[in-house]
């Protein structure tokens, strides 16, 4: 009898486990994160550490759309940054370091989500110590008032990200400039031209006792500052317009950056040593940080476009080698991050030289929040390889000619399009649904002119949310006929036509209808799944198994949808209730989607407001997954 009871709970104990190990990295150690460093903590303090966490949370969030890990940053910044909008916590703007500004990145993005003024006043708290930072005499910022005429490759990622992510938000376009230039004067300054590697500081006025003194350089290139101004690069690369002449010399920098982490990456094991050209050396060893750092510079670069696809297999061989040498995992399913060196820097007091022995001094620790927080920024940008050859480049267009609604903007006075647009990050946005195009290889961009065969000759994709109405848009523009020949003629080619509509009162449909008479769908003038908040269930719909759409999300929530009449080619692709909710149409040699809402919106996709038994974020990748299915084969 003790024999059986024994091995049943050692059954319940595997299963237990295969149930935990069933997440992805990511996940469990965000877990892990969550449990040390708790959003109720009354010890929170503003610092750099915690904000590489957040970041991690923030990349966790934006690919799962589970709202736990919004909530755990929205709470903890609310720790920081009172109703006023000033930031307690342990930040003095007149201490000027730049680790003070990497938490303002968490405060933008409780700005672009939610709005609020104190965020908004807490990100200009933050944009003004930029403005006031110390500079050398060559325009880069000094890494801490008590740290003159210095620049330290920490610097970029600490301030650098934080001025980027606000002159993107605040659309301060000139400020990339600026931006531009401390990332190209740091590789001038500091990049070694034989090993390719950048040393740790750069002291201008060659004062230091650590700064040689022809060159002003620290004496080795220590991991985790390589780290730091990797995942720099490829975080500012996201805020910077395509446009900008900076951005393809920004990207050369990165190219030369992966070569050289690439060429000293440990062959055996897939990490980096702590002194990076020093493998092998007496008392040198493998370093957990840097080596997330590096694979998830060089898994985002090759996502993104920036790095050549075979710098994947290199971020592979390092996330295999961290998994397998610095993730340990507790008997209660718990992981654990060892391996990184708790500190480094250069001065201060105690005095430090940045010597070889200097680096090896410094204490290695267990979960540390700079490790923690890289681990899974590299594990997610590894989970987002996994299907990112799936569309090979293929674009999806979103109209914004015949959606085209503008707002005055109550905190900063500008005019701004707004409703169901790839930028935008609250409710009524479509950010979540580009994210997930992003992770099957698509790219996103704005149609603001009429559709014609010529500017659709390059989408595969396009998109088309909820017309206007005049009560929207006093300059409404509806689709005319020539619309409607180039959108048909277009999908008859090989087009995917996205149709997101929305109820009678809230929608057009006379001049829409003629578009959809095409291919044999006609929105009806209705509205079903009125629901008040929160009364959620009576906008659940559940998806019978064996959709051929979505094959993972088993119930939705999509309240106030018009629904279809259809007739051949198009079909019902979901009823509910004998209405037709979502319809689908083979045209020629394209495909046509059609569903009365603007169903795939930041609302009911990022997990912030919905009930977790809902499947949105689910459904909109099923849709994604679909669509690249319905592209044409390459000839």
């Given at each position: 009898m003790r024999k059986t009871l024994l091995s049943s709970l050692f059954a319940l104990a595997v299963i237990g486990t295969a149930s935990a190990q069933e997440k992805p990295w990511s996940q469990r150690m965000a877990a892990t994160a969550m449990k040390i460093w708790p959003d109720t903590a009354s010890n929170m303090r503003w610092t750099y550490e915690r904000a590489v966490v957040l970041n991690g949370m923030e990349s966790v969030?934006?690919?799962?759309?589970?709202?736990?890990?919004?909530?755990?940053?929205?709470?903890?910044?609310?720790?920081?940054?009172?109703?006023?909008?000033?930031?307690?916590?342990?930040?003095?703007?007149?201490?000027?370091?730049?680790?003070n500004l990497l938490p303002g990145r968490s405060v933008l993005l409780m700005y672009k989500v939610l709005g609020g003024e104190k965020y908004y006043k807490a990100a200009n708290l933050l944009r003004q110590q930029v403005k006031e930072q110390p500079r050398t005499a060559s325009g880069g910022f000094w890494h801490k008032k008590t740290y003159p005429d210095q620049m330290w490759l920490d610097g970029l990622y600490m301030g650098d990200t934080f001025y980027s992510?606000?002159?993107?938000?605040?659309?301060?376009?000139?400020?990339?400039?600026?931006?531009?230039?401390?990332?190209?004067?740091?590789?001038?300054?500091?990049?070694?031209?034989?090993?390719?590697?950048?040393?740790?500081?750069?002291?201008?006025?060659?004062?230091?006792?650590?700064?040689?003194p022809k060159t002003g350089l620290s004496p080795n290139f220590w991991g985790r500052a390589m780290g730091w101004y990797g995942i720099a690069l490829?975080?500012?690369?996201?805020?910077?317009?395509?446009?900008?002449?900076?951005?393809?010399?920004?990207?050369?920098?990165?190219?030369?950056?992966?070569a050289a982490v690439t060429k000293y990456q440990d062959p055996k094991s897939g990490t980096w040593w702590q002194v990076m050209d020093k493998a092998g050396q007496e008392g040198n060893y493998h370093e957990s940080s840097a080596s997330c750092m590096f694979v998830y510079a060089l898994a985002k670069g090759v996502r993104e476009g920036y790095l050549p696809a075979s710098y994947k297999a290199v971020a592979e061989k390092g996330f295999n080698g961290i998994t397998k040498e610095f993730i340990k995992t507790d008997a209660d399913g718990q992981v654990n991050l060892t391996g990184t060196v708790s500190v480094g820097g250069l001065g201060g007091n105690p005095y430090r030289d940045g010597s070889y022995k200097y680096y090896l001094s410094?204490?290695?620790?267990?979960?540390?929040?700079?490790?923690?927080?890289?681990?899974?920024?590299?594990?997610?940008?590894?989970?987002?390889?996994?299907?990112?050859?799936?569309?090979?480049?293929?674009?999806?267009?979103?109209?914004?000619?015949?959606?085209?609604?503008?707002?005055?903007?109550?905190?900063?006075?500008?005019?701004?399009?707004?409703?169901?647009?790839w930028e935008e990050e609250d409710n009524n946005g479509f950010s979540t649904f580009a994210h997930i195009f992003h992770n099957?290889?698509?790219?996103?961009?704005?149609?603001?002119?009429?559709?014609?065969?010529?500017?659709?000759?390059?989408?595969?994709?396009y998109v088309i949310a909820d017309p206007d109405i005049p009560k929207e848009n006093p300059k409404v523009k509806y689709i005319e006929e020539n619309h409607v020949k180039a959108i048909s003629e277009w999908v008859k080619a090989g087009g995917t036509l996205l149709v997101f509509n929305n109820d009678t009162g809230n929608a057009e449909f006379a001049h829409l209808n003629k578009l959809m008479g095409k291919f044999g769908m006609t929105f009806n003038l209705d509205s079903r799944n009125h629901v008040v908040t929160p009364h959620f269930e009576t906008g659940a719909i559940n998806i019978p198994a064996g959709n051929a759409i979505f094959k993972t999300a088993k119930k939705v929530y999509i309240k106030e949808i018009s629904t279809f009449k259809v007739v051949a080619p198009a079909q019902s692709e979901l009823t509910d209730k004998g209405d037709v909710i979502i319809a689908v149409a083979k045209y020629g040699k394209g495909t046509v989607f059609a569903v009365g809402d603007p169903w795939f919106y930041n609302e009911y996709t990022d997990g912030r407001k919905l009930p977790a038994d809902y499947d949105n974020y689910k459904a909109a990748e099923d849709l994604v997954k679909w669509v690249t299915k319905q592209l044409p084969a390459a000839k």
């Open positions: 969030w934006r690919n799962t759309g589970d709202g736990e890990y919004f909530r755990y940053i929205q709470h903890s910044v609310d720790k920081f940054v009172a109703a006023d909008g000033t930031i307690g916590s342990g930040y003095k703007a007149d201490v000027y370091t730049l680790d992510r606000y002159a993107s938000a605040m659309d301060e376009t000139a400020d990339f400039d600026d931006i531009a230039k401390q990332f190209i004067l740091m590789e001038a300054k500091a990049r070694d031209p034989k090993t390719g590697l950048i040393y740790h500081g750069w002291d201008e006025s060659r004062k230091q006792k650590w700064a040689d490829v975080d500012a690369l996201d805020d910077f317009p395509k446009d900008h002449p900076k951005r393809a010399e920004l990207i050369a920098i990165l190219n030369r950056f992966a410094e204490k290695v620790v267990t979960n540390d929040q700079k490790g923690v927080g890289s681990f899974i920024l590299a594990a997610v940008e590894m989970e987002r390889l996994a299907n990112i050859g799936a569309a090979k480049g293929k674009n999806v267009v979103l109209d914004s000619y015949f959606n085209d609604e503008h707002m005055t903007d109550k905190l900063t006075g500008k005019n701004v399009s707004f409703h169901y647009k099957y290889g698509f790219k996103t961009s704005t149609l603001y002119t009429e559709p014609t065969a010529a500017n659709l000759k390059n989408a595969s994709v």
